[in-house]
């Protein structure tokens, strides 16, 4: 018998002598005992297994070949006839055997004791199962391993030998020249040294049957029956493959084993196992499984299912007569599987025949079918061409008739002659987009969205905001979330809910917009740079410098990588120097704007909208540098360039205007800085209302212009109003709330009020009062009557804590 790195079995039941017992295991012990035993030219190394029969030990040849062998022996004093005749008829069978699948004999002889003993091929190999999942072989290269095995067992049947054990462990892998070959052994049984495992031989010793439970045929667990034949040995190779497709057996033997063994015997001759396909989609390890077949699990169940069910279940029938009758016929059907035959166990209706005619001459009726679907796709793309022009023509007319609709104005008292406003033609388009579109929704979500995003431009944000979420839940409805056009109107839709202070809501748009670009378009994509932008100027507004700085260097550096030098590069730029201005970084802002300013200048030309935000951005810079005279000749150029270009009323307009009358309060001409506050904050309440972050900017700024024409009263009442609104609005954790404390307590202490001083020069440090305010606090001139009060000092301290904190993490 070849022995093998897994336990062997006990295939016959033990001597009825006691006594002989006995005198064979002190034998056996003393030959253990002698691990350099030598019979004829081979020396023993360890025992592998042993049985009732006889034992087997890994053994080396040293001549005339130095090799490593199985060498089997029977047991020492157990020279009864019927033992005898079983051991010699073992070696015997195995010698007449010549296969390459099957372990050699290469001597056979007597020891000087008298004992006969076998020398067979050691195979140094797997088991087929754990071999199959070790490599991760497929369904198709396990099939051609397994057709060997078959081989094999069909060349054994020709010499009129059954196996009678046939299971995984008992078929070896071994591979030579990189190519896996199966070896089958043990046409002997012996029993293991080592415990019994799920798949060793049981009930050899209780009912004296021969097999393993999983993959014995029903006729060997039927004592009754004594007529065991070759159709028994495949049987058991359906179960070999069964396990090889599925990681299971036909009969679950943990399920089985604890009950009493003629009962599992009657489930094993009675119940009929479920196909591989349904285990495997049944089993709760079907992953794993499906990853040793190197595929997934509705493949594996895909490839299963149909030929491979047949196949497997006509090789395990119960009644071995519907059985295929020899190994050979199960291989040849196996290759008819992979040939892409119809195979001999499946009803053949014509379906399947032609299914199997396609898939064996691929060439030929692709090239047929190709010359059908050439035809057909040509009548077809006329079709759709047809259709196709036929929908760009309605398109074009319902596009057109809008178009004229926009541009009619029926009142004659609203068109003062020629003088149609822009203004006024988009007005009216918006009333009459949902009757003139209402047949295209794709168009008119289209339309809406490009109209909101010139309301936006325009500074309309409310009407802007009106059409941008009419045209975003058309897109969400018709295109999904992933659509680049639901995305770049939910960006727009982001940022004008920014621009009107809502702050959380821009918030939660913009991240939704960048998460689902990023994931849909890539981080890498236009729509995703721009989307991550607005996601950084929402987090600028609320003060949430940290995480702006750190999404916008990214956003640079990709839109660097991918887009060059680019407008939408610029843009990011400036982001970025925005930033470092707040944090009050001036030399890297101003580097960062001049070389903006010099790109988008090139770009898109000096009097473009971004030209002109960066501009603004420049004299900011020069302003918090300590030169308001030269942001000051900046400002008043840009003022001049937007209200041509953008007109009186834009936000950007007014917001040039108001830092235009900060330069002037900061060189001291506060009366002058006064008056073009009240200009500037007029009309930004009629346009965007009372508490908009702009008009409250306007206000807190005027606030600090009364103050230095010392109207205190006036500025106090304001100041207060601020900051009741900024804390509803924004909370406290806010960079504009801070400040609007931090000047009432100057405001406060300039009038000697030092208690209510405090309190909000320490409410300022609370709510996040910017770097460059937080050190100066104690070179402030407005707060000099403070110095002299012991809480002073303390609060100097914790506002430079507080400061250089924010700098360490910049």
């Known amino acids: 018998m070849h022995a093998k790195h897994e336990p062997e079995r006990d295939p016959f039941p033990p001597s009825s002598s006691d006594e002989l017992t006995r005198d064979a295991s002190a034998l056996l012990d003393e030959a253990s005992a002698d691990p350099a035993r030598t019979i004829g030219p081979y020396v023993l190394i360890r025992k592998l297994g042993e049985g009732g029969m006889g034992q087997v030990w890994l053994a080396e040849q040293e001549s005339p070949l130095k090799r490593r062998v199985a060498l089997k022996l029977v047991r020492p004093g157990l020279f009864e006839k019927d033992v005898l005749h079983r051991f010699l008829a073992e070696r015997q069978s195995l010698a007449i055997m010549n296969h390459a699948a099957i372990a050699k004999v290469f001597d056979a002889g007597t020891t000087v004791d008298g004992q006969p003993y076998f020398v067979m091929e050691y195979v140094p190999g797997l088991p087929i199962t754990q071999y199959c999942n070790q490599k991760r072989l497929s369904i198709r290269e396990r099939l051609k391993l397994f057709i060997k095995v078959c081989d094999g067992v069909q060349h054994a049947h020709q010499k009129a030998i059954i196996h009678r054990d046939l299971k995984p462990a008992n078929i070896l892998i071994v591979e030579i020249d990189g190519c896996p070959e199966p070896r089958i052994i043990d046409f002997g049984i012996a029993k293991n040294i080592a415990p019994l495992a799920a798949d060793e031989t049981v009930f050899t010793q209780t009912l004296g049957l021969l097999g393993t439970p999983g993959y014995m045929s029903p006729e060997q667990a039927d004592p009754s029956l004594g007529d065991v034949d070759t159709r028994s040995d495949v049987y058991s190779l359906g179960a070999v493959l069964y396990s090889l497709l599925t990681d299971a057996s036909p009969l679950d033997y943990d399920k089985w084993r604890k009950r009493p063994i003629d009962e599992m015997l009657r489930h094993l001759r009675e119940d009929d196992p479920p196909s591989p396909s349904t285990v495997v989609t049944q089993s709760a390890t079907q992953t794993g499984i499906a990853e040793a077949r190197a595929t997934d699990p509705g493949q594996l169940a895909h490839e299963l299912h149909g030929d491979l069910d047949w196949i497997t279940l006509k090789a395990i029938e119960r009644d071995r007569s519907r059985r295929y009758g020899t190994p050979s016929e199960l291989a040849a059907d196996i290759q008819r599987f992979l040939d892409n035959q119809p195979v001999l166990a499946r009803p053949a209706s014509f379906s399947y025949r032609l299914r199997k005619y396609v898939a064996r001459n691929r060439a030929a009726v692709a090239v047929l079918a190709g010359l059908i679907l050439l035809l057909a796709g040509f009548a077809v793309t006329q079709a759709i061409q047809l259709r196709r022009i036929t929908r760009e023509r309605d398109?074009?007319?319902?596009?057109?008739?809008?178009?004229?609709?926009?541009?009619?104005?029926?009142?004659?008292?609203?068109?003062?002659?020629?003088?149609?406003?822009?203004?006024?033609?988009l007005d009216r388009s918006a009333t009459q987009i949902d009757r003139s579109l209402a047949k295209d929704d794709e168009l008119r979500a289209r339309m809406m969205s490009v109209m909101g995003s010139v309301y936006q431009n325009l500074g309309l944000y409310s009407k802007s905001e009106a059409l941008l979420r009419k045209a975003l839940d058309i897109q969400h409805r018709n295109l999904g979330d992933k659509n680049p056009l639901t995305l770049e109107t939910m960006n727009v839709l982001a940022f004008n809910t920014g621009l009107q202070g809502h702050y959380p809501e821009a918030e939660v748009l913009a991240r939704r917009a960048t998460d689902v670009s990023r994931d849909a378009l890539g981080p890498d994509n236009r729509e995703s740079l721009k989307t991550t932008n607005t996601l950084v100027r929402v987090f600028i507004w609320e003060g949430r410098l940290d995480e702006a700085e750190t999404l916008a260097r990214q956003n640079f550096e990709r839109a660097q990588n991918v887009l060059g030098t680019d407008a939408d590069t610029v843009r990011y730029m400036s982001a970025l120097a925005n930033i470092e201005t707040s944090r009050s970084q001036l030399k890297e802002a101003e580097s960062l704007l001049r070389q903006a300013l010099d790109l988008e200048t090139r770009v898109v030309g000096p009097e473009h909208p971004d030209t002109l935000k960066v501009m603004n951005n420049l004299a900011v810079v020069s302003s918090d540098g300590g030169n308001p005279a030269?942001?000051?000749?900046?400002?008043?150029?840009?003022?001049?360039?937007?209200?041509?270009?953008?007109?009186?009323?834009?936000?950007?307009?007014?917001?040039?205007?108001?830092?235009?009358?900060?330069?002037?309060?900061?060189?001291?001409?506060?009366?002058?800085?006064?008056?073009?506050?009240?200009?500037?904050?007029?009309?930004?309440?009629?346009?965007?209302?009372?508490?908009?972050?702009?008009?409250?900017?306007t206000s807190d700024n005027l606030a600090n212009a009364l103050s230095e024409l010392g109207r205190r009263t006036e500025a106090e009442k304001l100041l207060r109003e601020i900051l009741s609104v900024r804390l509803k609005k924004f909370g406290?954790?806010?960079?504009?709330?801070?400040?609007?404390?931090?000047?009432?307590?100057?405001?406060?202490?300039?009038?000697?009020?030092?208690?209510?001083?405090?309190?909000?020069?320490?409410?300022?440090?609370?709510?996040?009062?910017?770097?460059?305010?937080?050190?100066a606090i104690g070179e402030d001139a407005d707060l000099k009557s403070l110095h002299a009060d012991p809480r002073f000092k303390p609060l100097v301290e914790l506002g430079r804590q507080k400061a250089q904190a924010e700098q360490a993490k910049q």
Request: proline residues 3%; contains cysteine; charged residues 25%.
């Open 630 to 697: 030269e942001a000051e000749v900046i400002q008043r150029q840009l003022v001049e360039i937007d209200k041509r270009v953008l007109g009186a009323e834009h936000p950007e307009t007014l917001g040039a205007q108001g830092n235009l009358a900060n330069y002037i309060s900061d060189q001291g001409r506060y009366a002058e800085s006064e008056g073009l506050y009240r200009q500037i904050l007029a009309t930004q309440t009629r346009l965007f209302g009372p508490e908009h972050p702009d008009t409250l900017q």
């Open 395 to 425: 398109r074009a007319d319902r596009v057109a008739g809008f178009m004229t609709d926009m541009f009619k104005v029926s009142d004659p008292s609203e068109a003062r002659g020629n003088a149609v406003t822009a203004r006024e033609i």
């Open 732 to 775: 406290a954790h806010s960079t504009d709330t801070a400040n609007t404390a931090y000047n009432l307590a100057c405001m406060l202490a300039l009038d000697n009020r030092k208690d209510e001083a405090f309190t909000y020069l320490r409410q300022s440090l609370e709510y996040g009062l910017p770097v460059k305010a937080g050190l």
